[in-house]
């Protein structure tokens, strides 16, 4: 039998007291938990990543349900999502197939009747067509998401047995998501004991941790002893060695002051958390003779699938900033080193659209109107020469830019 421990986190790694015993005890977040009761009911065997399938199918679905009302008179109206369907439809998909999971999940099967609201109309004639694309044999192991996989455990799991005898919810239970919020109702009625785990305070209260626990268990509300109760008055820190903060003007530097503190401390043996998927850590902690973490990398695509993801952003008015600082940071890019850093600084210091220097020095993509020799948009791309020759120098000067006027070593257009 299992005991089942339940948080919302915990789909990632877990970091839990060594108990005597282990067997048995089953961390798991939305995710797992999915898995795992469908290897216990026999219902696995769905791949992950299908994601791309499923807005296919949605896109048609919904381009079937829109020439459908385009047919019909005119007084009939079109559906709410007409317009945005036509500006760009795999986004469009994208969209409303995550309010379609959202409202399966929540409860709604998606039937029509008198009185109900036309957008839900629409979503409920879009869902027959989909279904009847998913409902392929050669599609259904492949389109069925998150949603659709989580809905038949919970149509299974009450005629079916599972080696469960105890689940901790590490969120109360009324804070719990509609889905499992069912699950935890199946649960109890087949006599499997549910109970909630209170967030403790570890550290003593006159600590500085114990201080800063404390306050952060006022602010989330989680701890039923604490309902009621004021902020407690701001009090200085004690400088007990509980709780150290570390600033560094990079992060390069506070990686390698902690490595080195770690190495300094053989009697230390941390937990580190790492909110974002970046290396300078591991890197630092080998330098000093630490074995690595093994964390990943922040994507898993390789490099000219993250160019070709980002290339087309250019082609759509306006273009979208973040996506300029996103192209110009990739590891490996149509761009030199130099010339990239040189855009995320102009645009560090003059942010916006249509900035005449960042127009000039940066590699900016726009549609321009008809001059001479030309016809209307056309497509103008600015970069300095020595951009493409790959040795390009800020410290270098030549002729000044015609538009701007700001030395440099000029500007060619193609």
């Not at 789909?11 to 282990?22: F, Y």
């Not at 009450?158 to 109702?185: H, M």
């Not at 043996?269 to 591991?282: C, R």
Request: charged letters at 20%.
């Amino acid at each position: 039998m299992f005991q089942l421990h339940f948080c919302q986190d915990f789909d990632g790694p877990v970091i839990t007291p060594k108990p005597s015993v282990s067997c048995g005890i089953f961390y798991a977040g939305p995710k797992k938990l999915l898995q795992w009761l469908e290897h216990q009911l026999g219902l696995s065997g769905y791949p992950e990543n299908t994601n791309y399938l499923r807005i296919e199918l949605y896109r048609q679905a919904l381009g079937q349900h829109l020439a459908e009302c385009e047919q019909q008179p005119l007084f009939a109206g079109l559906p709410f999502y007409e317009r945005s369907y036509k500006a760009d439809r795999f986004a469009t998909a994208a969209a409303l197939l995550d309010r379609r999971d959202e409202l399966l999940l929540a409860g709604w099967n998606f039937a029509r009747s008198e009185g109900q609201l036309p957008r839900l109309q629409s979503l409920a004639a879009v869902e027959q067509l989909f279904k009847n694309k998913i409902s392929d044999t050669d599609l259904s192991s492949l389109a069925n998401g998150y949603a659709d996989r989580f809905i038949q455990v919970l149509e299974a799991l009450p005629n079916g047995n599972i080696p469960l005898e105890k689940v901790f919810l590490y969120e109360p239970d009324n804070l719990q998501t509609p889905p499992v919020q069912r699950l935890i109702k199946i649960f109890r009625s087949k006599n499997i004991e549910v109970a909630e785990v209170t967030a403790n305070c570890s550290a003593p209260e006159e600590t500085d941790l114990g201080k800063l626990q404390r306050k952060l268990s006022l602010f989330s509300g989680l701890r039923p002893d604490t309902m009621g109760e004021t902020m407690p008055p701001a009090s200085g820190a004690g400088n007990d060695g509980s709780l150290y903060i570390l600033r560094a003007r990079r992060d390069s530097d506070a990686a390698a002051c902690l490595a080195k503190l770690l190495k300094d401390n053989p009697a230390l043996h941390p937990a580190i958390l790492i909110p974002e998927m970046n290396l300078t850590l591991e890197r630092a902690l080998v330098l000093e003779g630490f074995p690595a973490m093994g964390v990943l990398s922040a994507s898993l695509a390789r490099p000219s699938l993250q160019v070709l993801k980002l290339a087309p952003v250019f082609l759509w008015e306006p273009v979208d900033v973040f996506k300029i600082m996103e192209f110009a940071t990739l590891a490996v890019k149509p761009l030199d080193g130099g010339l990239a850093l040189e855009i995320a600084r102009v645009m560090a210091e003059k942010p916006g659209l249509f900035r005449r220097h960042l127009v000039c020095c940066g590699i900016w993509v726009s549609r321009t109107g008809r001059s001479a020799g030309s016809s209307a948009g056309t497509v103008r791309v600015l970069v300095r020469p020595a951009a493409l020759s790959g040795n390009y120098n800020r410290s270098q000067k030549g002729r000044r830019c015609t538009v701007c006027l700001s030395p440099g070593m000029g500007h060619r257009s193609f």
